[in-house]
Structure formats: structure tokens, C-alpha cells
């Protein structure tokens, strides 16, 4: 089968055409460790690209990647379903993966939806079998972490959490045969696990000492929790965490995905967020993940720079250096 990916050199060659003008990338580049501000701080964050950013563009994977790289991101964080259909395309994992760390990225998380949650335990073996292959894949191009959202539990409520927590034991043991840690995922639109600490008691009582939370500035306003109950979080608890922001309208009753903007062009109190993150000393991944359809019709190199551009400006503005 023909391979559709482009080697690094075409890429860059048909840059201009493909996506835009480049300009020469300033500011905190993050690529391994911590970065530093203007005012020589440490900043101990790292910055990290979601994919869904520029999802609408429709952009082969190795294109995310080399976009990922040129706006100047230090991680990536790609849509499982993108690699599979990679590897289909006659993609070559193991080549991936040296060109991901050739470009100075780690691939920190990745997005997946499988019903690892529900009460169907037909459906439920299902959901293991496709972790199984998504963490394969993920694994094979160098990936840490992979989301695991309460997919199939959103429109119902009454789930048991403490079987839910069961489950995703289960979830973290297949991990550790892939090497890949699943985070339990806050989603602001699911009857059982839209709040904190419904997504923290299944992270507790799962026992195992890898588990951890995917918190989202936009799931969390959606789902009605206060944000200072991050304040209550170790570093332990969050290794990634979705950054994006959210207009005053529409209100939290009907807002969507589609409606995420940029950090500090919404209402979300980011400082405060930043600022108990610092406080806490939690050297988190912050992912851009938006999935916004006007971003989509943009330059998605464009995009990708103006996202980092402002997650920098919210964490200057958070360290007091703006």
C-alpha cells in the first residue's frame, strides 16, 4: 500500500505552500525540562500540542507532527485513531517515532475513546481488546499516557463508581503490560463523572499507584465543579492537563466543545488555576485542546503558534512577570 506521509525534507521544502508563511519562533521553547521566563524565572510547566486544535484541517498525522515541531511545542499529544490509520497507510511506526524525537518532541498523552467504563461487560471486553491495540501503537511511537474518557456513561446516570474505580484498575494492569499510563478523564458533559470528585474517587479507589486524573479547564466549568478543588491535587494526580479557555456566552448550560477559545481570550480564571498548580509544585503538561471550527479554517501553523503564543502570556501573567 502506498505510504501517504511526508519525509521531513518535502515538508519542509512545500512548507510555504502547505501551510502558510513560517516566522521565526521567539519566546519559551520547551522541548526537555523547564523553560525560563523573560525574567530568567524557571516556569515549570512544559507545553504540549492536542491535535484536535487543528482537527478540522484534516492534516495527515506526520504533517500534526511537523507542525507540532515548527510552531515550537516540546510534546505532542495525537489521536490514537491518527496513528492507526498511519500504520494502515504503510506507515512505519518505529521511523515515527525516531522522527518525533528527531524534532524534539515526547508524545506526553494521547486521545482515545473506548468504553473501558460501562456496565456491558460484553461491551467492556471490547473496550480492553481496543485499548490493548491503541496502547500498542502508542507505546511503539514513544507514548507516556493515554486519556481514558467515561465514553458510554455520559447520558445515564447512577453509575457505580466504586465499580467504575474496579474497572479502572483493570484499565492501569493493562497499562503496565503496555507501557502506558491511562488518566481517568473529567468530561463536563457525562452524567457520572463531570465533577472532580467523581473523577478523583474513581482515581483513589482504583488502588494503583499509577492512576491519575486528566483534568480540562473547559470540562471543568462544564461539569459545575469549583476550580479551587484543584488546590487539593498533588503532582502525583495530574501529570497532563487540558488547557483552553471559555466565553461568558453561551452559558454553562448549553456551552460545547465547539466553543473552547484560545487561554485569555474566554473568562476562565487561569491564573488561579496556574497559580495552585505552581503552588502545589506540579510540574504538569499543559496540552492545548481546542476544538474550536473557526480555528479549523485557519492556517494551522497559524493556529498552532497563536495557541502557544497565548498559553505563555497566561503563565507570565500567572508568575507575575507581565
Not at 504533517?63 to 515541531?69: D, G, L, N, S
Request: hydrophobic share 40%.
Amino acid at each position: 500500500m502506498k505510504r501517504n506521509h511526508l519525509s521531513r525534507r518535502r515538508f519542509i521544502a512545500g512548507a510555504g505552500a502547505a501551510i502558510g508563511t513560517a516566522v521565526t519562533t521567539g519566546g519559551i521553547t520547551v522541548a526537555r525540562g523547564a523553560s525560563k521566563t523573560s525574567s530568567n524565572r524557571t516556569v515549570p510547566f512544559s507545553y504540549c500540542f492536542n491535535t484536535s486544535t487543528i482537527r478540522g484541517q484534516k492534516l495527515s498525522l506526520d504533517m500534526e507532527i511537523e507542525i507540532t515541531a515548527k510552531a515550537g511545542y516540546g510534546a505532542i499529544e495525537p489521536w490514537v485513531s491518527k496513528i492507526h490509520e498511519y500504520a494502515r497507510s504503510g506507515g512505519n511506526l518505529n521511523e515515527l517515532r525516531r522522527r518525533i524525537s528527531d524534532l524534539g518532541l515526547t508524545v506526553e498523552s494521547a486521545i482515545s475513546f473506548s468504553r473501558w467504563i460501562v456496565d456491558d461487560n460484553a461491551e467492556r471486553a471490547k473496550a480492553l481488546e481496543q485499548n490493548k491495540r491503541d496502547m500498542d501503537v502508542l507505546a511503539r511511537i514513544g507514548g507516556k499516557r493515554i486519556a481514558a474518557p467515561p465514553a458510554g456513561a455520559t447520558r445515564t446516570a447512577g453509575l457505580d463508581l466504586m465499580k467504575a474505580a474496579e474497572r479502572y484498575r483493570v484499565l492501569l494492569e493493562l497499562g503496565d503490560e503496555m507501557g502506558v499510563v491511562p488518566q481517568v478523564e473529567v468530561w463536563g458533559s457525562s452524567k457520572n463523572l463531570h465533577r472532580l470528585g467523581q473523577a478523583m474517587f474513581v482515581v483513589i479507589e482504583s488502588g494503583h499507584p499509577k492512576a491519575c486524573l486528566l483534568p480540562d479547564v473547559y470540562h471543568i466549568y462544564k461539569g459545575g465543579s469549583d476550580f479551587n478543588g484543584l488546590k487539593l491535587l498533588s503532582p502525583r494526580a495530574i501529570q497532563v492537563f487540558h488547557l483552553n479557555d471559555y466565553p461568558a456566552d453561551p452559558p454553562r448550560e448549553t456551552i460545547g466543545d465547539r466553543d473552547r477559545v484560545f487561554p485569555g481570550d474566554g473568562i476562565a480564571p487561569l491564573t488561579q488555576i496556574l497559580r495552585d498548580l505552581l503552588a502545589n509544585d506540579n510540574r504538569v503538561v499543559l496540552s492545548l485542546e481546542l476544538f474550536n471550527p473557526t480555528y479549523w479554517k485557519q492556517d494551522p501553523l497559524t493556529v498552532a503558534r497563536t495557541g502557544l503564543d497565548k498559553m505563555k502570556t497566561a503563565i507570565k501573567k500567572a508568575l507575575g512577570t507581565t
